[in-house]
Every structure is written in structure tokens, then in C-alpha cells.
């Protein structure tokens, strides 16, 4: 793969300049001396894999990670929205005001959908483009519709649930969730119960993958278990992913061990198996490890417990490649929670950053920027209502290319105290019907999320609209979800490979490493299609403020201001990612697979290497208490490689386990206090 040019830039007073980009000069070994890296050893443990960091060439680079958008398109004006057009947003928001708070409790695309079929909901339905009610919903055999539902927990809601002769899938008592089938026309009985709080379509996911691992050679793990004697022993190593259909018999041809454990339930039922394809590379870079599997399947409360569950069976490491296209993008949501609470327990994560695109490879699908009123035309001109400005009084963003699920909306308050009420409107090519919308109120206790389902049908070429319906200009975050902007920005990877503990990994073709370990000689760049950060969180989980979004003067402050100005001051609002690279283009046994790309592939890469460090940590930990998480991560990210024009900003580089590195690490007999024991080796 030939090296990307680009020229990178920033959003200065809402207007583009660019600034040309040079590779900085590439940094000195620092010298080793072993005879200090010995005595470091003698304290123990802990100390004995911080000295890795010691003797380690490192050539991790902090890439600029300002927020970034592509220049502004001239395009017509906002008068080029067509009379009728104007007139069917002027219903939708006369149709949002005519809702009684029950119906508020309901997603709109639900909502269009069930009045489409329902006489009662008559004064809901939309007069015009069909489109509006095809919601892509999951429907059974008995008709039933897959619903998430948020309602506060009881006995009595339980009892509710059932005489609706709902089928109930999984139900999170510590989440306020239930996953639920149910019949269309019971869904506003439901919306009736004083515990319900919200009711909408079951929420889609993307796995992340599009098969011994290449990957063994290219992240020079082979000769880390010849070096040292290591295998992942005494480790276990976790996947989530969809299904593992294909275990049994990739277990009978040896491309899996006997002893893989399974969470009861959550096999993921009829999938594609990834999750075998994930554990094949972990088993190929670790074969001593033990493996262990549960779906990432089944709502963003079921994927959260089943982490927590996966910790408590014994998992040291977990791996998965599974997003929900609705997670909080600034703030940490329920599964990024669980992330944190496992890490701390010891559990290293790692999660696939995504393959939704970068800006650096002009394949961005996000534009993450403040929200800047244009007064709309007749007839909702000067009734209060605004439409965002894309630049040069441009009320619309075009779709270069179509994502395969969602356009999301989410805005900077916190999950169930949203007061500012966005719309988010799907206009075709010629601006004159309204395609789809999604008008959910927010008035104080709602998520502040906006969904369109463009599953249905291609929207290349087609619009996207932000309308604010009440409130004050927030940060928004406006995502295709593979699709692609014209008007763009970085900030794609969000959620919880976003998670203040989560390492998120992205993409390299292992073509690149020429079927040799990756070293300071090749120039490599990131997948096209891998996601790129950073990420802003403004919002703790319990929705406080971590930074100020406005200033002394109340404006609220730009994107580009807070990840500039403020970044010293508040850091951990700013997540730089993703965190490592790591190969994909791979084979494995797994059918579907035998050519696997995407981040789904890297990840486990990385799963199969914090294996083989954890091996070294176990035969120590006897000596001293036991070494944090974070730890462990500074020891991975001190080992890894960045080099050549990495156009996404990778905070630490690829990640290796062996090859040029020179590092000093005991060998047998040091734990009798052989100190000649010390020997530099590759790890």
C-alpha cells in the first residue's frame, strides 16, 4: 500500500485552513544500561516490567489530533429547500407538538411505523414520503417487533410485561432494560405504564470485520514464545463478537483447543461466527492461553453484563469487535462502564476502533462541530426554529456515500437530561421531499439522540438537515456510520472502545510488513476504512460535567478551542486514539473468514500479545503484588512501533511483540536470585 498524502488543517472562527504536514525527525535510541535495568529488577516485580519500559526503543509520535473538517463546498444557498419540502418539515414539527406524553415515551421511527398500520394514530402519520414509516424493525414469526425498552424495575412492570404476552429476551435490572418481542398494536399500552420511560426500535450493532495469523510474523510473537519459553500459559483470553457457530468443528480440525469456555446463554445463537475468527488469532499468537467466548448480542445492558460476567469467570484479557451505533458519544455509557470496572479489577480490554473511515484517508462518514443557527425560509422562518450552518449559510450536508444502518445525531448533554430538543431531517438530492426524520423530544429527562434508519434504501447524493427545535447551540456529533460527509471532520471512534480503559486498536494490511516483523525501516499506513479519533468527553457518567462547554460569557465553546486551549487543563476529556494498530487481511479456518478484514481482525492481534506479556507477569507476581492493568498497558505501549506517514493518528503505534526491540527480561533462574539471569532479549 503506497503512503497517503494529506494536507491536514482546522476550523479557525468557523472558516478552513489548511497547514502543510512534514513527518517530524524520527527520535534516537535512548542507551541501555543493563547493570542499572539489574538493579532495578531486584525491587520486585512491579518494577521488573516498568524496567521494560527502561531498555525499549520507542518511537510512539503524538500525532495532531485538532479537530479537523474538510474545506467547505460551495453549494447553493438555503432558499434551494424546495416549497414542499419546507411544508413537510413545517408538519413533522407540528406533528412532534400534537404528541401526548405517552407517545413522547416513543422512538420516532417506531412511532411513524406503528401509525402507518394503526387508525388510532391517524394524526401521526405522515401525509407524505412513505419512506418515513419503513423503519427497518425485527419482526417474528408471530409478527412480534424487537423493542429495547428503558423502565424502572418491579415485580408489578414484570407482571405488566407478560400480560402483554410480551416474549421477553433479557431483562437488567441495574440498567433499567429489557429486551422485549412484542405485538405492534400492545406498544402504546405500554408506553401507558407509569414505569416506562422509553420504547424504541431494538438497537443495531456493526461488527467490526468485512483468516496460524499472518499477524504471528508481522507482531514478531513467534519469536517472542522462542525467546522466552512463553505461550500464554495460565492466561485467559476472552472474545466477544456475534456467534461462534463454527466452534465444534474448528475444534475437530485443531484450529481451536478442546477447553473453550462459553458464558451459558450467550453463545450468540445462529451468527457468522466471528468470534471464532477472533479467538483462531488470539490461539495462533498464544496457543497455551485459554480461551473464552460470550455474545456481544442481545442490547448494550446484555453486552455490558456479559463483560462483568466474563471477569468474573476468570478472563485476564477481552477482546471484542462489537459497536452499538446508539452509545453515548461524550460520556461514557453502560458497556464503556463495564469496560472501566473489569480494568480495574486487573482485565486488560482491548475493542476494535471501528471501520467507519478516517478524514486523513478522505473517507470521513462524521462531522463532530458546535452548532451554528441559519435562519430557515417560510414557513418556519421566525417562529424560534433554526437549521444548523454547514458553512456559508449552507443548511444541508450531502451523502457521499451510504451507510448500511443509522445516521445518528447526539448533541453535548448528558443521557437522560437532555433539555435542548435537536431534529434530524433526510432530504433527497433535489431538497424536495422529506425522505425520513427524527423528531423525539427532549425537554429535560430524555437522551440527547436523534436516529435515521437508512437500511432500506442507498441515500448517496441525498441531505441531512439539523434542525434545533428548542434550546441553546450545543456540540453535536453527526454520524453516517460508514457512510461518508461531504462536509467532514475526525472523531469517528466513540463509545466504549472510547472508554477511559478500553485500548482501541486500528487497522494495517499485513502486506505491508513484507512477511518480516514490523521494524523501523518500514513505512506503513493505516486502512482506508479504520477510524479515527480523538474523542471529547464532557459528561461523568452520572452526568456532571468533567469541562465547562461555555465560557465566561456563556457562547458555548467550540470543539476545536476546548481540544486546544483546554487540553492541558482538563486531559481527560480528551482521548487520544486509537491506541494501537494492528494487522488484519489475515486468514483463518472460520467460514466467512478466510480472508479477514478490518479492526475486527486487528484486535485480537493485540488480545494474543497482552496474553504473552500476562505470562511473564504471572511467573513473577509470586515475588511482589500483583502489577496494575495500567501497568501492563504502559509496558505494550512503550514496545510499540510508529514510523512513516501515519495519517490517523495512532497514540501508540503498532503494537509488537518482538523483533528489533532490545529489552532487558529474566529468563530461568532468576527467581533464585541468579542476577546474571538479566539478559537483553526481543519482546
Same mark, same amino acid.
Given at each position: 500500500?503506497?503512503?497517503?498524502?494529506?494536507?491536514?488543517?482546522?476550523?479557525?472562527?468557523?472558516?478552513?485552513?489548511?497547514?502543510?504536514?512534514?513527518?517530524?525527525?524520527?527520535?534516537?535510541?535512548?542507551?541501555?544500561?543493563?547493570?542499572?535495568?539489574?538493579?532495578?529488577?531486584?525491587?520486585?516485580?512491579?518494577?521488573?516490567?516498568?524496567?521494560?519500559?527502561?531498555?525499549?526503543?520507542?518511537?510512539?509520535?503524538?500525532?495532531?489530533?485538532?479537530?479537523?473538517?474538510?474545506?467547505?463546498?460551495?453549494?447553493?444557498?438555503?432558499?434551494?429547500?424546495?416549497?414542499?419540502?419546507?411544508?413537510?418539515?413545517?408538519?413533522?414539527?407540528?406533528?412532534?407538538?400534537?404528541?401526548?406524553?405517552?407517545?413522547?415515551?416513543?422512538?420516532?421511527?417506531?412511532?411513524?411505523?406503528?401509525?402507518?398500520?394503526?387508525?388510532?394514530?391517524?394524526?401521526?402519520?405522515?401525509?407524505?414520503?412513505?419512506?418515513?414509516?419503513?423503519?427497518?424493525?425485527?419482526?417474528?414469526?408471530?409478527?412480534?417487533?424487537?423493542?429495547?425498552?428503558?423502565?424502572?424495575?418491579?415485580?408489578?412492570?414484570?407482571?405488566?410485561?407478560?400480560?402483554?404476552?410480551?416474549?421477553?429476551?433479557?431483562?437488567?435490572?441495574?440498567?433499567?432494560?429489557?429486551?422485549?418481542?412484542?405485538?405492534?398494536?400492545?406498544?402504546?399500552?405500554?408506553?401507558?405504564?407509569?414505569?416506562?420511560?422509553?420504547?424504541?426500535?431494538?438497537?443495531?450493532?456493526?461488527?467490526?470485520?468485512?483468516?496460524?495469523?499472518?499477524?504471528?510474523?508481522?507482531?514478531?510473537?513467534?519469536?517472542?514464545?522462542?525467546?522466552?519459553?512463553?505461550?500464554?500459559?495460565?492466561?485467559?483470553?476472552?472474545?466477544?463478537?456475534?456467534?461462534?457457530?463454527?466452534?465444534?468443528?474448528?475444534?475437530?480440525?485443531?484450529?481451536?483447543?478442546?477447553?473453550?469456555?462459553?458464558?451459558?446463554?450467550?453463545?450468540?445463537?445462529?451468527?457468522?461466527?466471528?468470534?471464532?475468527?477472533?479467538?483462531?488469532?488470539?490461539?495462533?499468537?498464544?496457543?497455551?492461553?485459554?480461551?473464552?467466548?460470550?455474545?456481544?448480542?442481545?442490547?448494550?445492558?446484555?453486552?455490558?453484563?456479559?463483560?462483568?460476567?466474563?471477569?468474573?469467570?476468570?478472563?485476564?484479557?477481552?477482546?471484542?469487535?462489537?459497536?452499538?451505533?446508539?452509545?453515548?458519544?461524550?460520556?461514557?455509557?453502560?458497556?464503556?462502564?463495564?469496560?472501566?470496572?473489569?480494568?480495574?479489577?486487573?482485565?486488560?480490554?482491548?475493542?476494535?476502533?471501528?471501520?467507519?473511515?478516517?478524514?486523513?484517508?478522505?473517507?470521513?462518514?462524521?462531522?463532530?462541530?458546535?452548532?451554528?443557527?441559519?435562519?430557515?425560509?417560510?414557513?418556519?422562518?421566525?417562529?424560534?426554529? =433554526? /437549521?444548523?450552518?454547514?458553512?456559508?449559510? #449552507?443548511?444541508?450536508?450531502?451523502?457521499?456515500? &451510504?451507510?448500511?444502518?443509522? +445516521? %445518528? *445525531?447526539?448533541?453535548?448533554?448528558?443521557?437522560?437530561?437532555?433539555?435542548?430538543?435537536?431534529?434530524?431531517?433526510?432530504?433527497?438530492?433535489?431538497?424536495?421531499?422529506?425522505?425520513?426524520?427524527?423528531?423525539?423530544?427532549?425537554?429535560?429527562?430524555?437522551?440527547?439522540?436523534?436516529?435515521?434508519?437508512?437500511?432500506?434504501?442507498?441515500?448517496?447524493?441525498?441531505?441531512?438537515?439539523?434542525?434545533?427545535?428548542?434550546?441553546?447551540?450545543?456540540?453535536?456529533?453527526?454520524?453516517?456510520?460508514?457512510?461518508?460527509?461531504?462536509?467532514?471532520?475526525?472523531?469517528?471512534?466513540?463509545?466504549?472502545?472510547?472508554?477511559?480503559?478500553? =485500548? /482501541?486498536?486500528?487497522?494495517?494490511?499485513? #502486506?505491508?510488513?513484507?512477511?518480516?516483523?514490523? &521494524?523501523?525501516?518500514?513505512? +506503513? %499506513? *493505516?486502512?482506508?476504512?479504520?477510524?479515527?479519533?480523538?474523542?471529547?468527553?464532557?459528561?461523568?457518567?452520572?452526568?456532571?460535567?468533567?469541562?465547562?462547554?461555555?465560557?465566561?460569557?456563556?457562547?458555548?465553546?467550540?470543539?476545536?478551542?476546548?481540544?486546544?486551549?483546554?487540553?492541558?487543563?482538563?486531559?481527560?476529556?480528551?482521548?487520544?486514539?486509537?491506541?494501537?494498530?494492528?494487522?488484519?487481511?489475515?486468514?483463518?479456518?472460520?467460514?466467512?473468514?478466510?480472508?479477514?478484514?478490518?479492526?475486527?481482525?486487528?484486535?485480537?492481534?493485540?488480545?494474543?500479545?497482552?496474553?504473552?506479556?500476562?505470562?511473564?507477569?504471572?511467573?513473577?507476581?509470586?515475588?511482589?503484588?500483583?502489577?496494575?492493568?495500567?501497568?501492563?498497558?504502559?509496558?505494550?505501549?512503550?514496545?510499540?512501533?510508529?514510523?512513516?506517514?501515519?495519517?490517523?493518528?495512532?497514540?501508540?503505534?503498532?503494537?509488537?511483540?518482538?523483533?528489533?526491540?532490545?529489552?532487558?527480561?529474566?529468563?530461568?533462574?532468576?527467581?533464585?536470585?541468579?542476577?546474571?539471569?538479566?539478559?537483553?532479549?526481543?519482546?
Amino acid at each position: 500500500m503506497s503512503t497517503v498524502s494529506f494536507v491536514s488543517g482546522r476550523l479557525v472562527n468557523r472558516r478552513w485552513v489548511a497547514t502543510q504536514s512534514s513527518s517530524p525527525a524520527s527520535p534516537q535510541p535512548p542507551s541501555c544500561d543493563a547493570n542499572i535495568a539489574a538493579k532495578v529488577l531486584q525491587s520486585g516485580a512491579r518494577m521488573l516490567l516498568m524496567a521494560l519500559t527502561v531498555c525499549l526503543y520507542s518511537t510512539a509520535l503524538m500525532a495532531d489530533t485538532e479537530l479537523s473538517a474538510k474545506p467547505r463546498p460551495t453549494a447553493p444557498s438555503a432558499s434551494t429547500i424546495q416549497p414542499q419540502a419546507m411544508a413537510q418539515i413545517q408538519w413533522l414539527m407540528e406533528e412532534k407538538q400534537r404528541r401526548s406524553a405517552d407517545l413522547k415515551k416513543i422512538d420516532t421511527r417506531l412511532l411513524f411505523a406503528l401509525a402507518e398500520q394503526q387508525p388510532a394514530l391517524a394524526a401521526h402519520r405522515p401525509p407524505f414520503a412513505s419512506a418515513l414509516s419503513e423503519a427497518a424493525l425485527a419482526r417474528n414469526r408471530q409478527g412480534q417487533i424487537l423493542l429495547d425498552v428503558t423502565a424502572q424495575h418491579s415485580a408489578d412492570y414484570l407482571h405488566f410485561i407478560q400480560s402483554l404476552e410480551a416474549r421477553i429476551v433479557n431483562t437488567h435490572k441495574r440498567y433499567d432494560a429489557f429486551r422485549i418481542w412484542l405485538a405492534p398494536d400492545a406498544v402504546q399500552r405500554l408506553a401507558e405504564h407509569r414505569n416506562t420511560r422509553w420504547i424504541k426500535p431494538a438497537d443495531p450493532f456493526l461488527l467490526s470485520g468485512t483468516n496460524v495469523s499472518e499477524g504471528d510474523i508481522a507482531h514478531a510473537t513467534n519469536l517472542t514464545r522462542a525467546n522466552f519459553n512463553v505461550d500464554g500459559s495460565g492466561v485467559m483470553s476472552c472474545a466477544m463478537s456475534d456467534s461462534v457457530d463454527a466452534l465444534a468443528a474448528l475444534q475437530a480440525s485443531g484450529d481451536l483447543p478442546p477447553g473453550v469456555t462459553v458464558l451459558p446463554g450467550q453463545d450468540g445463537g445462529a451468527g457468522t461466527s466471528e468470534g471464532t475468527a477472533l479467538m483462531e488469532i488470539i490461539f495462533d499468537l498464544a496457543p497455551g492461553t485459554d480461551l473464552g467466548f460470550a455474545t456481544g448480542v442481545g442490547g448494550q445492558a446484555q453486552m455490558a453484563q456479559n463483560i462483568l460476567d466474563l471477569a468474573q469467570a476468570g478472563c485476564d484479557v477481552i477482546v471484542d469487535d462489537v459497536l452499538y451505533l446508539t452509545e453515548p458519544v461524550f460520556q461514557d455509557g453502560i458497556i464503556a462502564q463495564a469496560v472501566d470496572t473489569v480494568f480495574d479489577q486487573g482485565v486488560l480490554y482491548f475493542s476494535a476502533a471501528g471501520n467507519s473511515g478516517n478524514l486523513a484517508a478522505g473517507t470521513a462518514g462524521v462531522l463532530e462541530d458546535l452548532y451554528t443557527p441559519a435562519p430557515l425560509p417560510p414557513p418556519l422562518a421566525g417562529n424560534g426554529q =433554526s /437549521a444548523h450552518d454547514f458553512g456559508g449559510g #449552507n443548511v444541508f450536508n450531502t451523502i457521499t456515500a &451510504d451507510g448500511p444502518a443509522l +445516521f %445518528t *445525531l447526539q448533541w453535548s448533554e448528558p443521557f437522560g437530561q437532555a433539555a435542548s430538543d435537536y431534529d434530524f431531517i433526510l432530504l433527497d438530492s433535489t431538497m424536495t421531499t422529506v425522505l425520513a426524520a427524527s423528531t423525539n423530544v427532549q425537554d429535560g429527562d430524555d437522551d440527547p439522540l436523534e436516529a435515521i434508519d437508512t437500511s432500506t434504501r442507498d441515500d448517496t447524493g441525498n441531505v441531512l438537515l439539523i434542525l434545533q427545535f428548542a434550546g441553546v447551540p450545543q456540540i453535536f456529533n453527526m454520524n453516517t456510520h460508514r457512510g461518508r460527509l461531504d462536509v467532514a471532520s475526525n472523531g469517528q471512534i466513540f463509545g466504549h472502545p472510547a472508554a477511559a480503559s478500553a =485500548s /482501541a486498536v486500528a487497522a494495517i494490511n499485513v #502486506n505491508q510488513s513484507g512477511g518480516q516483523p514490523f &521494524d523501523l525501516d518500514n513505512d +506503513f %499506513t *493505516l486502512e482506508p476504512f479504520s477510524s479515527d479519533g480523538p474523542r471529547l468527553i464532557f459528561f461523568n457518567p452520572d452526568g456532571s460535567p468533567i469541562i465547562p462547554l461555555r465560557g465566561e460569557n456563556g457562547v458555548t465553546l467550540s470543539p476545536d478551542y476546548i481540544k486546544t486551549e483546554m487540553r492541558g487543563t482538563f486531559p481527560a476529556s480528551i482521548r487520544e486514539m486509537p491506541d494501537f494498530a494492528a494487522v488484519d487481511g489475515i486468514s483463518t479456518a472460520t467460514p466467512g473468514f478466510e480472508t479477514f478484514f478490518g479492526t475486527s481482525a486487528s484486535a485480537p492481534h493485540t488480545a494474543g500479545i497482552a496474553a504473552l506479556l500476562l505470562e511473564v507477569q504471572i511467573q513473577v507476581q509470586p515475588m511482589n503484588d500483583p502489577i496494575l492493568a495500567s501497568e501492563l498497558i504502559d509496558v505494550l505501549r512503550s514496545n510499540a512501533l510508529q514510523r512513516g506517514e501515519m495519517p490517523v493518528a495512532v497514540n501508540s503505534g503498532i503494537m509488537m511483540g518482538g523483533g528489533e526491540h532490545d529489552l532487558g527480561i529474566f529468563t530461568d533462574g532468576f527467581e533464585s536470585g541468579d542476577a546474571s539471569a538479566w539478559t537483553n532479549g526481543n519482546f
